[in-house]
């Protein structure tokens, strides 16, 4: 006849504690909720770009306003007109602020800011907000279709010299491209810029070299923009792709006979992505001042344009708010190349290295 354990000696209760062992504590589950939240890996990225974010832009905004502040040139003249009295660019000065103390302009400067006021033109008292909104669409198209450019030409360039010269073979042209891509992707815009004018334009003919009256303007203001990144780019590539060819997966992916498009695209191009967008990131940032620099030569009426006559006029509030504006969208362009980054591999979430 069975009997509980309620009528169980307490000896024999002890003795079958003893024999089972302590208890151990269960597992936590996964995190839920606002603690899956916090944990994830995107939370602290968010927080770290946030905060890189604010820092930047408050760099930004005290550089622009000691840039502008340590031009030669009294703005206040320029404004007034070339046949103006002294008591009138007094007047002027008065009007424009610029007989306040350093700190109160700058008090007022980022006031205006958080009010979303970027100041109003001392030349043509137009807003600095207008005219950029007129004028940005204009670089925004040049930049973008510069990028396109760069990633569609510079990526596969370098991939297939990278396989074309593999293991040693083709050294000629090897070197060939490393000497071509080295003095172009060292040549400052302005000057390819020049060049494409004065050949491409002038002497040829083929294309436009001023305005955007018709779609064919932009040819050569883009392949100015693009082609030093263009070189840099697709050295980077040739490099990361030559290291990722010459791994042991790449050997066994060749050895399975497999068809070239799988073998390069789909074994090789996932491996060499995150460190080429890497170092992309910093190229595409500067292919957005390079931007602003070709417009003058094509007179492109973009920002840049306007920002060159800024410059020239001290029309200070026109400078610092395309120089703003400008380091802004440069930071959101590093900011997206550090997300594509962290969706390609999750490590560089937490700032570990590729392997």
Same mark, same amino acid.
């Given at each position: 006849?069975?009997? *509980?354990?309620?009528?169980?000696?307490?000896?024999?209760?002890? &003795?079958?504690?003893? &024999?089972?062992?302590? =208890?151990?504590?269960?597992?936590? *589950?996964?995190?839920?909720? @606002?603690?899956?939240?916090?944990?994830?890996?995107?939370?602290?990225?968010?927080?770290?770009?946030?905060?890189? =974010?604010?820092?930047?832009?408050?760099?930004?905004?005290?550089?622009?306003?000691?840039?502008?502040? %340590?031009?030669?040139? &009294?703005?206040?003249?320029?404004?007034? !007109?070339?046949?103006?009295? @002294?008591?009138?660019?007094?007047?002027?000065?008065?009007?424009?602020?610029?007989?306040?103390?350093?700190?109160?302009?700058?008090?007022?400067?980022?006031?205006?800011?958080?009010?979303?006021?970027? *100041? #109003?033109?001392?030349? #043509?008292?137009?807003?600095? %907000?207008?005219?950029?909104?007129?004028?940005?669409?204009?670089? %925004?198209?040049?930049?973008?279709?510069?990028?396109?450019?760069?990633? +569609?030409?510079?990526?596969?360039? *370098?991939?297939?010299?990278? =396989?074309?010269?593999? &293991? /040693?073979?083709?050294?000629?042209?090897?070197?060939?491209? #490393?000497?071509?891509?080295?003095?172009?992707? %060292?040549? @400052?815009?302005?000057?390819?810029?020049?060049?494409?004018?004065?050949?491409?334009?002038?002497?040829?003919?083929?294309?436009?070299?001023? /305005?955007?009256?018709?779609?064919?303007?932009?040819?050569?203001?883009?392949?100015?923009?693009?082609?030093?990144?263009?070189?840099?780019?697709?050295?980077?590539?040739?490099?990361?792709?030559?290291?990722?060819?010459?791994?042991?997966?790449?050997?066994?992916?060749?050895?399975?006979?497999? @068809?070239?498009?799988?073998?390069? +695209?789909?074994?090789?191009?996932?491996?060499? +992505?995150?460190?080429?967008?890497?170092?992309? !990131?910093?190229?595409? #940032?500067?292919?957005?001042? !390079?931007?602003?620099?070709?417009?003058?030569?094509?007179?492109?009426?973009?920002?840049?344009?306007?920002?060159?006559?800024?410059?020239?006029?001290?029309?200070?509030?026109?400078?610092?708010?395309?120089?703003?504006?400008?380091?802004?969208?440069?930071?959101?362009?590093?900011?997206?190349?550090?997300?594509?980054?962290?969706?390609?591999?999750?490590?560089? +979430?937490?700032?570990?290295?590729?392997?």
């Amino acid at each position: 006849m069975t009997q *509980g354990t309620d009528k169980m000696p307490a000896a024999v209760l002890e &003795d079958a504690a003893a &024999d089972v062992g302590p =208890v151990e504590p269960e597992e936590p *589950g996964p995190a839920t909720g @606002p603690r899956r939240v916090l944990e994830s890996p995107w939370f602290g990225f968010a927080l770290r770009r946030l905060f890189g =974010v604010v820092l930047v832009l408050a760099v930004l905004v005290g550089l622009t306003f000691c840039m502008v502040q %340590s031009m030669p040139g &009294d703005p206040a003249r320029v404004a007034a !007109g070339n046949n103006a009295t @002294p008591e009138q660019i007094t007047r002027m000065r008065h009007d424009l602020g610029l007989d306040h103390s350093v700190a109160a302009q700058f008090g007022h400067y980022v006031g205006g800011l958080l009010r979303g006021d970027l *100041g #109003t033109s001392y030349t #043509t008292e137009e807003k600095v %907000s207008d005219i950029i909104a007129d004028r940005l669409p204009y670089t %925004s198209e040049l930049a973008l279709l510069g990028i396109l450019v760069v990633l +569609l030409v510079g990526v596969p360039l *370098g991939m297939a010299v990278a =396989v074309a010269c593999r &293991d /040693g073979r083709r050294r000629h042209l090897d070197g060939g491209f #490393t000497l071509a891509t080295g003095i172009i992707g %060292s040549t @400052p815009e302005y000057i390819l810029g020049t060049l494409l004018v004065l050949v491409v334009g002038i002497e040829l003919g083929w294309l436009p070299v001023a /305005g955007a009256a018709t779609a064919d303007a932009l040819v050569l203001p883009v392949i100015a923009v693009a082609l030093g990144p263009v070189c840099t780019i697709a050295r980077i590539v040739r490099r990361e792709t030559a290291v990722v060819l010459a791994r042991d997966y790449m050997r066994a992916a060749r050895g399975r006979r497999l @068809p070239a498009h799988r073998l390069y +695209l789909r074994h090789a191009l996932p491996n060499l +992505l995150t460190g080429t967008l890497t170092v992309a !990131g910093l190229l595409l #940032t500067g292919l957005l001042g !390079g931007a602003v620099v070709i417009e003058s030569v094509f007179a492109w009426p973009g920002v840049g344009t306007r920002v060159v006559e800024a410059v020239t006029l001290r029309d200070l509030p026109v400078v610092q708010g395309v120089v703003l504006v400008l380091g802004i969208l440069a930071c959101l362009l590093n900011l997206l190349i550090d997300v594509v980054l962290g969706l390609l591999d999750p490590r560089t +979430l937490t700032g570990r290295a590729a392997s």
